[in-house]
Protein backbone atom coordinates (compact mmCIF):
# COMPACT_ATOMS: atom_id res chain seq x y z
CA UNK A 1 0.00 0.00 0.00
CA UNK A 2 2.75 2.62 1.17
CA UNK A 3 4.25 1.55 -2.33
CA UNK A 4 2.12 2.28 -4.45
CA UNK A 5 0.84 5.58 -2.69
CA UNK A 6 4.61 6.42 -3.21
CA UNK A 7 4.78 5.72 -6.71
CA UNK A 8 1.23 7.31 -7.29
CA UNK A 9 2.55 10.70 -5.91
CA UNK A 10 5.87 10.40 -7.77
CA UNK A 11 3.82 10.15 -10.54
CA UNK A 12 1.51 13.42 -9.88
CA UNK A 13 4.66 14.98 -9.46
CA UNK A 14 5.99 14.58 -12.50
CA UNK A 15 3.19 15.08 -14.78
CA UNK A 16 2.69 17.76 -12.90
CA UNK A 17 6.06 19.53 -14.04
CA UNK A 18 5.82 22.42 -16.54
CA UNK A 19 7.35 21.85 -20.41
CA UNK A 20 10.18 24.45 -19.72
CA UNK A 21 11.99 24.09 -23.06
CA UNK A 22 10.90 23.56 -26.53
CA UNK A 23 12.63 22.29 -29.52
CA UNK A 24 11.36 23.65 -32.89
CA UNK A 25 12.27 21.45 -36.08
CA UNK A 26 14.42 23.60 -38.55
CA UNK A 27 13.62 21.74 -41.73
CA UNK A 28 15.68 21.64 -45.27
CA UNK A 29 15.69 19.44 -48.34
CA UNK A 30 12.19 18.33 -47.94
CA UNK A 31 12.93 17.05 -44.47
CA UNK A 32 15.44 14.98 -45.17
CA UNK A 33 17.34 17.19 -42.94
CA UNK A 34 16.10 18.40 -39.47
CA UNK A 35 18.47 20.71 -36.85
CA UNK A 36 17.03 21.06 -33.18
CA UNK A 37 16.47 24.52 -31.85
CA UNK A 38 16.32 24.66 -28.34
CA UNK A 39 13.43 27.36 -27.25
CA UNK A 40 12.36 28.54 -23.69
CA UNK A 41 10.65 31.81 -22.72
CA UNK A 42 11.69 31.06 -18.82
CA UNK A 43 15.15 29.97 -19.86
CA UNK A 44 16.11 31.76 -22.52
CA UNK A 45 20.02 32.51 -21.89
CA UNK A 46 20.36 28.53 -21.17
CA UNK A 47 18.27 27.79 -24.30
CA UNK A 48 20.86 29.91 -26.06
CA UNK A 49 23.81 28.04 -24.57
CA UNK A 50 22.91 24.76 -25.82
CA UNK A 51 22.16 25.49 -29.06
CA UNK A 52 25.52 27.02 -29.16
CA UNK A 53 27.40 23.65 -27.27
CA UNK A 54 25.29 21.83 -30.51
CA UNK A 55 26.02 23.96 -33.42
CA UNK A 56 30.30 24.01 -32.16
CA UNK A 57 30.30 20.26 -31.94
CA UNK A 58 28.51 20.10 -35.09
CA UNK A 59 30.37 22.58 -36.56
CA UNK A 60 27.85 24.75 -37.92
CA UNK A 61 27.68 28.15 -38.32
CA UNK A 62 24.07 29.24 -35.79
CA UNK A 63 22.38 30.99 -39.04
CA UNK A 64 22.73 27.56 -40.97
CA UNK A 65 23.07 25.10 -38.90
CA UNK A 66 23.41 22.60 -41.79
CA UNK A 67 26.26 24.39 -42.76
CA UNK A 68 28.60 21.61 -41.45
CA UNK A 69 26.70 18.37 -42.67
CA UNK A 70 26.33 18.91 -45.84
CA UNK A 71 27.56 15.64 -47.19
CA UNK A 72 25.47 13.52 -45.35
CA UNK A 73 22.54 11.91 -46.94
CA UNK A 74 20.40 11.79 -43.93
CA UNK A 75 20.31 14.26 -40.79
CA UNK A 76 17.48 14.06 -38.19
CA UNK A 77 17.48 14.21 -34.25
CA UNK A 78 15.03 12.88 -31.38
CA UNK A 79 14.38 13.54 -28.12
CA UNK A 80 14.95 12.10 -25.64
CA UNK A 81 14.16 13.62 -21.99
CA UNK A 82 12.84 17.59 -21.85
CA UNK A 83 12.05 18.09 -18.12
CA UNK A 84 12.50 20.82 -15.63
CA UNK A 85 15.98 18.76 -14.75
CA UNK A 86 17.12 17.36 -18.34
CA UNK A 87 16.98 18.25 -21.88
CA UNK A 88 18.21 15.29 -23.37
CA UNK A 89 18.76 15.29 -27.76
CA UNK A 90 20.24 12.23 -30.08
CA UNK A 91 21.42 13.95 -33.30
CA UNK A 92 22.53 11.05 -36.24
CA UNK A 93 23.75 11.81 -39.24
CA UNK A 94 24.13 9.14 -42.04
CA UNK A 95 26.32 8.55 -45.21
CA UNK A 96 26.67 6.42 -47.99
CA UNK A 97 30.32 5.42 -49.11
CA UNK A 98 31.38 2.22 -49.17
CA UNK A 99 28.95 1.32 -46.96
CA UNK A 100 26.22 3.02 -44.93
CA UNK A 101 27.76 4.93 -41.84
CA UNK A 102 25.90 6.33 -38.95
CA UNK A 103 27.33 8.84 -36.79
CA UNK A 104 24.98 10.07 -32.83
CA UNK A 105 25.85 12.36 -30.67
CA UNK A 106 23.95 12.61 -27.37
CA UNK A 107 23.58 15.68 -25.65
CA UNK A 108 22.50 15.34 -21.75
CA UNK A 109 21.92 18.76 -20.44
CA UNK A 110 20.98 20.18 -16.85
CA UNK A 111 17.75 22.23 -17.43
CA UNK A 112 18.64 24.54 -14.77
CA UNK A 113 21.73 25.51 -15.79
CA UNK A 114 22.48 24.83 -19.11
CA UNK A 115 25.66 23.10 -18.73
CA UNK A 116 26.47 19.31 -19.98
CA UNK A 117 26.23 16.27 -18.53
CA UNK A 118 29.12 13.91 -18.15
CA UNK A 119 27.28 10.67 -17.79
CA UNK A 120 31.41 9.25 -17.19
CA UNK A 121 31.42 11.11 -14.15
CA UNK A 122 27.79 10.58 -13.29
CA UNK A 123 27.73 6.89 -13.28
CA UNK A 124 31.30 6.71 -11.93
CA UNK A 125 32.06 4.80 -8.96
CA UNK A 126 32.00 8.65 -7.51
CA UNK A 127 28.60 9.76 -9.01
CA UNK A 128 26.91 6.65 -8.10
CA UNK A 129 27.41 7.69 -4.76
CA UNK A 130 26.36 11.13 -5.21
CA UNK A 131 23.27 9.73 -7.92
CA UNK A 132 21.94 7.68 -4.80
CA UNK A 133 21.90 10.45 -2.63
CA UNK A 134 20.41 13.17 -5.03
CA UNK A 135 17.42 10.70 -5.66
CA UNK A 136 16.93 9.86 -2.03
CA UNK A 137 17.12 13.40 -1.36
CA UNK A 138 14.37 14.31 -4.42
CA UNK A 139 12.10 11.48 -3.40
CA UNK A 140 11.66 12.36 0.42
CA UNK A 141 11.27 16.11 -0.67
CA UNK A 142 8.05 14.84 -3.28
CA UNK A 143 6.85 12.71 -0.49
CA UNK A 144 6.71 15.70 1.78
CA UNK A 145 5.56 18.12 -0.33
CA UNK A 146 2.47 15.69 -1.86
CA UNK A 147 1.30 14.14 1.75
Not at 24 to 31: L, R
Not at 65 to 82: I, K
Not at 128 to 138: E, P
Amino acid sequence: MKFGTVCLLLLSARLSFAQIFTIKEIVKNGGEYTFPLIQSSQRASMAEKMNMVIQKEMGGDPKDPFEGVAGEDDYSFMTGAVNERLLCLIITGAHSGMGYHVTRSIYNFDSRTGETIDLNKLFGSEGQVKLRRALCKSWKASIKTNL
